[in-house]
């Protein structure tokens, strides 16, 4: 028998969101970021449904860039960090990719490499968040260094904001960084917006947008409210079914470490799902799950391939009952908090085990 446990990949969800983001960002392009195998969902399959509304894709690794070469992308892809090794070079010629630049060893490296091939370049400008990134006052040097040594095909501009919530001051102060330095940076493409600069800082938009969490249905602020009313929805349900009942007493424990002691005389249900799956074990008792359209809370400790819940006030509960973990009606951003993350992390870390599955 195959075990019950699910992510239900909706791909209408997925175009529609797409579609949002355009009509928000309808001046801009828009790189799909494809990153960590789509967040989760795997590349193959989130490509072939966004491919025709999508103007580029964005990926972290060579490997994940030659997966969509493969498949049959011919548009643009670009590595958000560029290339770890020199290495790659060959193959990222080889495969047509545009580079993110943002280390003066990446830089010395590609003048080294001599290729009479041209290349697309985006400078990584550090505008702030001082992670990645060649600091504002640098970027002409940076510039003509790459026009004097280089055969580019066109230099692009690139940052990354720290902070994008609806009120976020902190965006303007990072593009009043660039611009300081930066006067006549309109003369470069620039993609400076992340997923939250796209739904509450337009004038953050430019030439390309980069939307990562909101193509797949869940806010970049972590709080579902947020991004509501944009139509949004998730693209990804994590779904099991219950796979044994018990009955408890006053008393009784359920699972590992004795966490949770019931009160009273319930019903419980065992999930096919752990975190061996890549559901949280941090997670709170107060976190529920769905089951027939009632929310059922867990109890105790989460194990490595089980979750318990409380059925009590669900009589329709029985084994092969579905169970809806996170989804639709169980927002992923709601679980994360209570496991103290984002739905990112979720996301990014539900085990290869779990099949993903196309609705």
């Not at 590609?110 to 290729?115: A, D, H, M, R, V």
Request: hydrophobic share 40%; charged share 20%.
């Amino acid at each position: 028998m195959v075990r019950p446990i699910s992510a239900i990949i909706n791909t209408n969800a997925l175009k529609n969101n797409l579609k949002i983001i355009k009509n928000i960002a309808f001046k801009s392009k828009i790189w799909s970021v494809l990153k960590s195998d789509a967040y989760g969902h795997g590349i193959k399959n989130i490509y072939p449904f966004i491919n025709d509304n999508s103007d580029g894709f964005a990926v972290l690794t060579l490997d994940e860039a030659i997966l969509l070469r493969n498949s049959g992308c011919n548009k643009p892809i670009l590595l958000l960090e560029g290339f770890f090794n020199k290495k790659e070079l060959y193959l990222i010629y080889k495969y047509y990719l545009t580079i993110t630049l943002h280390s003066k060893w990446q830089l010395n490296a590609l003048i080294k490499y001599k290729s009479r091939y041209p290349i697309n370049i985006y400078i990584k400008i550090n505008s702030g968040m001082n992670r990645l990134g060649f600091p504002t006052n640098k970027i002409f040097k940076i510039i003509n260094i790459i026009k004097n040594n280089l055969n580019v095909f066109k230099i692009s501009l690139m940052t990354h904001f720290a902070e994008t919530t609806i009120n976020s001051n902190f965006i303007k102060k990072q593009i009043n960084n660039i611009k300081k330095y930066i006067n006549n940076y309109y003369y470069f493409s620039c993609s400076f917006a992340n997923s939250g600069a796209i739904l509450w800082h337009k004038y953050a938009h430019y030439d390309w947008v980069r939307t990562g969490i909101i193509l797949y249905g869940a806010s970049p602020t972590g709080i579902w409210k947020d991004i509501d009313k944009k139509k949004i929805k998730p693209v990804m349900t994590l779904k099991s079914k219950i796979i044994s009942i018990q009955k408890i007493y006053p008393g009784q424990i359920v699972g590992y470490n004795c966490r949770y002691s019931s009160n009273k005389k319930r019903k419980i249900g065992i999930v096919a799902c752990g975190y061996a799956d890549g559901y949280p074990k941090s997670i709170k008792n107060k976190t529920f799950v769905l089951v027939h359209g009632v929310k059922a809370r867990i109890l105790g400790d989460i194990s490595m391939d089980m979750i318990t819940i409380d059925l009590l006030n669900i009589p329709k509960a029985k084994i092969g009952s579905s169970v809806e973990l996170w989804g639709d009606n169980i927002k992923i951003d709601d679980v994360a908090k209570s496991a103290n993350t984002i739905g990112y992390e979720l996301m990014c870390s539900l085990s290869k085990r779990v099949p993903r599955i196309l609705k």
